[in-house]
Structure formats: C-alpha cells, structure tokens
C-alpha cells in the first residue's frame, strides 16, 4: 500500500499500487509518477500533499480532480504526484529573497557559482530541504567558470535552473539534496539492440539545431569604429551591428576539413560574453557624499543624504576620449560582494553642487594627472534597492571588467585574444552541434529485465550502445536522459529513453 499523507504528516488516502500507476522521468523536463485507483467519495487532495518511501518523496504540486465514473458512481484518479524538488515551480526566483521588497526582475553577470549561491538563499528562506538535509549544489569538470550573464523575469526556479544550464551549456539534475550541473553520463557502455533485449526501438527528431558549419560572432562591446570593413557587419534581428569576429582568416568554423558544398548546414552563433576585456582591480576607494533635495507640493523641501563610491585602478591609464561615442562606461564586478553586478561608472568626476573642479586628465607638461584616474560608481536600483549602499559596497582588492570604451587605447593585445577566444568557443560549438541531436526511445523486452528474478535496472546518465541497422550502420554510443516504467510490475517493458 502507498500512504498519501498531508503536510501534517497524518494519512489522507491509501492505495494500493494498481495497474496503469508509473513512474516517469526526462531530464530537465519532468519527473513524476501517477497513481491509479478509484474510490465511492472524492478525496479532496491538497497542494502539498505527499509520499514518502521506497519510491521517493513526491508531492501533490498542482490543483487535481478526478473524474467521475457515471457506470459505478464513483471517482477515477489518475494522480500524479511531482518530485519533492518540482514544486519549485511554484515559487519566483528573487534576487534577495530574504527582503520585504522581493524583486522578481533583475540581472546578473556572474560564475554559476554566484548564480547559485542566490539560487540556495531562496531555497532557504523558503524552508526547503530534503528529509532534513539543506540542498548545495556541485559541478563536473564540463562546467567553465566564467562569468554569464541572466536576465530573470519572474522566473519561477524551475526554469532558473534551466536558464543557468543552458547558459553554461550544462544539464541540471538532482539526487536526494545536491543539484548537479555538467554533463550527465556515467559507467561503460551496455548494448541496447534490437530484437536482443530491445523489442521496439523509435526515433523523434530532436528541436536542437544540426550543423556542421558554424558563423560565430561575439558581443558588441569594446570594438573601435574602425573594427573591420562595414560590408562585413552582422544583420541580428533586422538590425545591422558591428560584433566581434572570428580571425581574419578564419571566416567560420567547419566541422570536418574538407567539407563538400552539400555536407555544410550552416547556423550563425552569438556568443555575447566575448568581447576585448581586461581584469581590473580596484584601489583607493573613498566616498563622496551626495545630497539629494526631494521636494511634495505642499511640503518643506527634505535632503537626504547619501554616499557614492569612486576608485581607482593603478593597472591602467584612462582618458575620456577612450570612451566610445554615444556609449556609456559600465563596469561588471568579477569578485567580491558585489560579484556579478553591474554599474555605470563616471570617469574622473566632479561635484558641481559643491564647487568641486573637474580633474584635468593631464599636467602643463603633459604627464598624466593621477588625481583624474578615479572613476565614480553610478548607484542604481537594479537589484531591488539603491546599491551601492553602506551593506553591499565595493572593496579595495575587489576585481571588475569594464566596457564601452576603444580598447587599442588601452592594450593591443585584448583585440586579438579576444578574437581567439572566439574561435575555441566556436570550435568547441561545433563539436557538440554535429552529433546527432535525435532521441530514441527503446522499449525494452520484459525477459531480458526480469533475468530470472534479479531485476536489471538502468539508471539516468548510464552509457548504452544503440544497436540497430534501421538507424545506423555501425551502432552509436549514447545515454540514458528518460525513463518511463510500471509501478506495479517494473520489469513489464520499461522504456528508456
């Protein structure tokens, strides 16, 4: 018998496990079971409600009703109950969760590593674990540590995940309380055949793009206006933009040398996060105290008083023309509290409302005035409040990167190693997007499970090889995403995907 119990613990239905009950799995996609019984009077099942044993933990995480059966005047159920982790679904994803003002929309540029640090804080405040066990998370050799950006707009934490998987070009999966990210794939590889231990084996096309010839670009940051020929920008949505691009004399990336007109299926990929840069580091860092004067219609003038931070950087020189036309200087914190945000900077400030004299960037006998290198942090409300403020602020030691301006007056180098990074990127794109994208769902032969009573089972990221000459001529080498099977008689033609 399988207990259903309520969030107090006490039993709200019991069934036995009865033919058409399964248990089904997709990775990043769904994780569940069903439960199949009928019953004289309706249960009134609530959001929340559970099992927990041999199974799993699973929970009631949508609102159900059964159907009622005109011929015995009873009720059909066909329940199904959601991993204990999917009822994340339910709930946003807020940025500082443990606020009053919950903010639902907000952006970070940062290690996946930042992403989940804000990712178990909501869990946290939440009160979510598992049988006791706070959640944390791990990462496989397949994940880079670089920092990405998101945009999260009431996301709920489902698809957060997703977004940083897809972002850091990982899968997301959870066992008990740790949520992995990489590549899930594990153990040497067993045959699956046809007509073997495979009764029917079909294929579905999968929505992922094949290609075999990769047009990569990067972001539009950093580039002088002079950045290759006008004839090669890039048309992105309708609009024509000058992008980072692949070395001169490397106009795309193909999968194999040699490659025939006809054996290249091309795909244009942008890779926003490359673009010229350098690791900054910041110094000298004092306030400057700002003082707004807010004014009602019918009410004394009320100044309120605030501090905003400037530094400096001893690595580098900065001038004002630097500054590319029509944009902004931004910075993105690489380390630190403020790991992941972003800020527009002012270089070499003045306060006119105190009399304060701009900085001339150099002296009368042309040397570099070090009293001009300061840049000003622009205080915004991005992440739910005016930040910098005096809990979350800059530190001397803190590393950033900062965009907007022509790099060759900085360096001549980032240009050029920007433009290589690129190409490993798109090289390494590649490699992925010429496999074979196609699922194959493999019905498996009850006999070849059952073995005479010692139940084979095969789990998510097991290695198999398809062997199938309908599909391939010499087999291929894949893994184990899905499965679907009975509750009742597990060894009876389980599925694996």
Sequence with gaps: MIDIKDISGNIRFSTPINQGSKRKFLLMKEDYITLKFSALKPVYFSLGDYIDNEIGVFELVDLYKPDYNAETGGYDYDLRLDAYYWKWKNKKFFYTPEKGNKESGWSLTSTLDTHMKVFLKNLEVLGYNYRGRAFSYVTDGTVD??????????????????????????????????????????????????????????????????????????????????????????????????????????????????????????????????YPRRIGTMSDIVLHEYTDKIEEEGKEPVFKKWNAYRFKDTGMTFSKDYVLPGQELNIIFQSGAMNGMSFTVTFNPWDKDKNEDQQPEKNADGSWNPLAQVFEIVR???YGRPIPDESLKPSNGDTYVLYGFDTKFVSDNMLPSAEQELLEMAEKYVEKSMQDPSTYSCKMLPDYIYNDGDIRRFELGDRVNLINKNYFEDGRQSRIIGYECALDIPHDHPVYT
């Design 145 to 274: 540590n670089s920092a990405k950006l998101i945009t999260y707009d009431s996301t709920n934490m489902i698809d957060a995940l997703t977004q940083i998987a897809e972002t850091w070009q990982c899968e997301w999966w959870i066992t008990d309380s740790i949520i992995h990210f990489g590549r899930c794939e594990y153990s040497d590889p067993v045959d699956f055949e046809i007509g073997v231990n495979v009764g029917n084996m079909t294929r579905s096309d999968s929505q992922t793009s094949y290609a075999t010839r990769i047009y990569a670009f990067g972001s539009t940051r950093n580039l002088p206006s002079d950045y290759r020929p006008q004839d090669e920008d890039v048309v992105m949505n309708g609009v024509v933009q000058k992008r980072l691009m692949l070395p001169g004399d490397t106009p795309y990336i193909d999968a194999f040398p040699g490659m025939s007109m006809e054996e290249a299926i091309e795909e244009v990929v942008v890779f926003e996060d490359v």
């Design 380 to 382: 915004n409300e991005d």
